[in-house]
Structure formats: structure tokens, C-alpha cells
């Protein structure tokens, strides 16, 4: 089923003062309130985008993963400042989303990270519609992301596997000097993974590359059956 909440490309983007504003003014706010003290949380950091956060469901973990391994965002951060709006009853409501980020075009898009079961609760797509048009007003654009999007394939699961390795400094130069040996220029991950002992690597080389996005591959594949590129 089509949720209502659709992304909605807004012509409007942020200039390059603005965004380098944008970034400096919410970067100088890392310290994070715990937003439930009865839900379990999982405290996270995200090296490429400086800021922690807490996560309080698995499919925010799950998110928070994939938004920290993209290489497509300029800025990212988990639960950003609230809004406030009011509805037909004149009732001032608040309202936080899970995520804003902003692409390499300039885009500005606020994400609310929910199950689609809930989000197509017919409470949750009548607040979701009036927030949208809340933040188009503001040139940004509101989205309802799903398990749909975030758990694509395996991806989710390779993530989690790879995301220790976003706290280790990339093994640019060590990966370079491996590849230069070889006579081919992609292989199968288990390949690649004989061919590293062969060399006297240490395996974990490829989860390092691969966490760092030095090797190219279909990450929503099983990771197994990884055939990767560089």
C-alpha cells in the first residue's frame, strides 16, 4: 500500500552559506536528551557526521546505519529540533522528527523513521500529511521511512557487520598496495578473501575496505555472495 507521504521534490535548495550555516549551528548541539526513560535505547555515534545519539528502536539503528555509511549526505543528524504546529481543534501540538539531512544537491529532507504498519494508521497519515505541508512551507521535504527502504535485501544486516569498522582509520594505503598485486579488477568476496591470506593479510581487511567504501558491491546482497569491485 502507497502511503500518502510522499517526498516531494522541492525546487527551492540550500545555498552553500546557508547549508555551512545550517551545519555549524546544529553541530555546536550534541548534547541529546534520552527521549524515553521505559524504551530500550542504543547509544550510537556517528564518525562521519560528528554527533551521538540515542536510538530506541532497531529499525532506527537500522536507519541510523545506513544514513552513516551513504556517502550522499553532506549533513545528517538524529532528532533534530521540533516544530510546533496547530490542527483544526486549535490545540498547539510538537512535534520531533527522528532525522534531518541534507543532500549533495542541496536538498533539505526531514525523515520520520517508522514500521509501515504504523505509518499507514489512518491517525499517523493525517498528522504525516499535515507535517509535510508544514516543512514544504519551510523548503524541505518531509518523509516516512519504512522498513521498506531501510531493509532492503540484506543490506541492514551487512551494515550492522560493518559499522564497528567506521571508528578504524581507512585502510586506504594498506588496501592499495594489496590491489596493485592482482591481475583483476573485481571477484567474488571469498575470492578476494583467499588471495588476502595468500598475501599474508589479515582478513578483516575486506570488511575495513568495505566499511569505509573503498570496494565497490551490491551491499544488499548476503554477504557471502558479495561480489565486489574496485
Known amino acids: 500500500m502507497t502511503l500518502p507521504v510522499v517526498a516531494r521534490k522541492i525546487k527551492k535548495s540550500y545555498s552553500h552559506l546557508n547549508l555551512i550555516s545550517y551545519i ?5 548541539n550534541r548534547v541529546q536528551a534520552r527521549q524515553s526513560s521505559i524504551r530500550a535505547t542504543t547509544v550510537a555515534y556517528s564518525h562521519r557526521h560528528g554527533f551521538s545519539a540515542y536510538l530506541e528502536s532497531d529499525l ?12 550522499n549526505y553532506v549533513y545528517f543528524k538524529m532528532q533534530p529540533e521540533p516544530i510546533f504546529y496547530f490542527q483544526a481543534n486549535q490545540k498547539q501540538y510538537r512535534y520531533t522528527p527522528d532525522a534531518e539531512c541534507i543532500d549533495s544537491s542541496g536538498l533539505f529532507y526531514v525523515d520520520e523513521v517508522k514500521y509501515q504498519a504504523e505509518a499507514e494508521k489512518e491517525k499517523n497519515k493525517s498528522k504525516f500529511l499535515h507535517i509535510e505541508k508544514i516543512y514544504a512551507q519551510k523548503g524541505k521535504i518531509f518523509r ?4 521498506k527502504q531501510i ?11 560493518l559499522a564497528p569498522t567506521w571508528a578504524l582509520p581507512s585502510p586506504v594505503e594498506e588496501l592499495s598496495l594489496f590491489l596493485e598485486k592482482l591481475k583483476y579488477y573485481s571477484a567474488p568476496i571469498q575470492r578476494l578473501g583467499a588471495d588476502m ?15 569505509h567504501r573503498l570496494l565497490k ?14
Do not use: H
Not at 144 to 147: H, K, Q, R, S
Not at 151 to 161: F, I
Not at 217 to 230: A, R, V
Open 24 to 28: 555549524e549551528s546544529a553541530m555546536n
Open 60 to 71: 532506527e539503528v537500522d536507519y541510523f546505519n545506513l544514513r552513516s555509511y551513504e556517502d
Open 144 to 147: 516516512v521511512v519504512t522498513e
Open 151 to 161: 531493509r532492503q535485501g540484506n543490506r541492514a544486516e551487512n551494515l550492522r557487520y
Open 197 to 211: 591470506l595468500k598475501d599474508n593479510q589479515a582478513p578483516c581487511l575486506i570488511r575495513r575496505a568495505l566499511g
Open 217 to 230: 558491491c551490491d551491499i544488499t546482497q548476503p554477504w557471502t555472495e558479495l561480489y565486489l569491485y574496485w
